[in-house]
């Protein structure tokens, strides 16, 4: 006769197996993204994100669809690029873009954005995404830009309406734009822009709030790919930043 296991066998088996269960909620716990309070806000989060995990992937499956990329790299490739390019020649003819200025386009996907920005003059521009596409785009996610406090003259983004965060989207532009810098935001209002958006946006309004370390320039109604609004931001410079905190 077999002698019998011990407890502590029993124990440490359903330890182990309870592990997965234990991992799960631990990560459903710390991930899950509660949208800030008022239901009447113009800016909503789309519930149904239970984890950043399957939001990433989410947007992944978006960025990573080969037919996709096939179409942005061929048959939109020029058309877009000319867009893009005519969008910039007004800013810079507004004296908000330079040449000389070191440009971000945020979620730039296969980089048509920057190389309109290129083909202008505006040399020292990169895109950022999730998916890198060399050389025009480098690996990162807008909620935690890899880059360092003040590196940019100028920010693009058509993609706030991916943001799960919008709060991290917006700090982190905040953060690496210089001081005096400018961000350039082409959203959709009152409408759903994509079904891989995280959000919707009905009025620019929420989106003056969460740039609460700068001023906006103007707004005005353009033709984008679907988005209709263009909002011009720039940040306060850093004697306005210390006097404002010194008067606090
Ligand atoms: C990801 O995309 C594929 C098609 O490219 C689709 O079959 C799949 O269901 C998608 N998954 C998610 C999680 O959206
Ligand atoms: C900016 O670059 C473009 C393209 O290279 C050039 O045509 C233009 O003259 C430049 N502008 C200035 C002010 O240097």
Redesign the pocket.
Known sequence: MKPKPPMLVYFVISLILSLPLLFFFFCFKTNTYTPPGNPNSDLKIRPGYTTYKTYIQRQLNKTLNPKLRKIWTTRDWDRKIQVFADFFQVL?QENLL???SKALCIGARVGQEVEALR?????DSVGMDLVPYPPLVVEGDFHRQPFDDGTFDFEFSNVFDHALFPDKFVGEIERTLKPGGICVLHVALSRRADKYSANDLYSVKPLVNLFTNSKVVRVRKVDGFGLDTEVVFRKIEKQDQEMIRGSR
């Open positions: 810079k330079f040449n000389e083909r202008i003059g505006v040399s």
